[in-house]
């Protein structure tokens, strides 16, 4: 079937500029996790959704950072006033469950690749 | 919070013998451990995982080790090939719908 999806692949920004990253997770999935890979790094957690609790927005690294999640599916990422620090790819994966053998699997989409000139 | 650490950053390999990337994490909370293929220019691709209730799972030439109470956990792929050249990332996680978290990544270059 069709895994999580991310658009756009790519985005080049200027600083200063407002940007905005989708994600579509697989159907029926309802945990979606957004997380952040900075050049030669590991995954870095910044926000999650579970069903219709409140996000956990623990691990976005400022203000300019906000998310959300319409109708318990597609999510949308954004970065506000964009900086040179903000480049990297934005990586969403989603969890079939919320509860179960099967809840901690996280699968990840292809990313976006953020660059802020 | 939990921190994952990964050794080694790179690994070569001659085609057709055994890989080995060990991963280790500091709470004993955690309870769930991925393993993670990524290629270059796509996103992590899970290939095996392992729970705390369990010290070994295999799957084809992959297999994965878990010892809980050392708090590590490694990764070993038998008969390399070519295509099993990527990074390689470890994580761990509390128990339920929690986020991930990463070691550094193993870069493992299978040479032919």
């Known amino acids: 079937g069709a895994g999580v999806s991310q658009s756009p692949s790519n985005k080049v920004t200027e600083k200063g500029k407002d940007v905005e990253l989708r994600c579509d997770p697989i159907?029926?999935?309802?945990?979606l996790y957004w997380y952040r890979q900075s050049l030669g790094q590991g995954l870095e957690f910044l926000i999650y959704?579970?069903?219709?609790?409140?996000?956990?927005k623990s691990g976005l690294p400022s203000d300019r950072f906000s998310a959300e999640r319409t109708g318990g599916s597609v999510s949308t990422l954004t970065i506000q006033r964009t900086q040179q620090e903000d480049s990297a790819v934005y990586l969403c994966a989603s969890s079939p469950q919320t509860s179960g053998p099967r809840s901690y699997e996280q699968y990840f989409g292809p990313g976006t690749r953020l660059t802020v000139t | 919070g939990e921190n994952v650490e990964q050794h080694p950053s790179t690994l070569s390999v001659q085609e057709g013998d055994s890989a080995v990337i060990k991963c280790t994490y500091s709470?004993?909370?955690?309870?769930?451990f991925p393993w993670y293929k990524q290629e270059l220019g796509k996103g992590p691709q899970l290939i095996i995982d392992i729970r705390s209730n369990v010290g070994e799972k295999k799957d084809q030439r992959i297999a994965v080790t878990l010892n809980k109470t050392a708090k590590h956990f490694s990764l070993h792929i038998t008969e390399t090939q070519p295509e099993d050249s990527a990074v390689y990332f470890c994580?761990?996680?509390?128990?339920?719908?929690?986020?991930?978290?990463f070691g550094k990544g193993t870069r493992l270059s299978v040479i032919a």
């Open positions: 709470d004993s909370a955690s309870n769930y």
């Open positions: 994580a761990a996680s509390y128990p339920g719908n929690t986020p991930l978290v």
């Open positions: 959704f579970q069903g219709n609790s409140a996000p956990d």
């Open positions: 159907s029926g999935h309802t945990a």
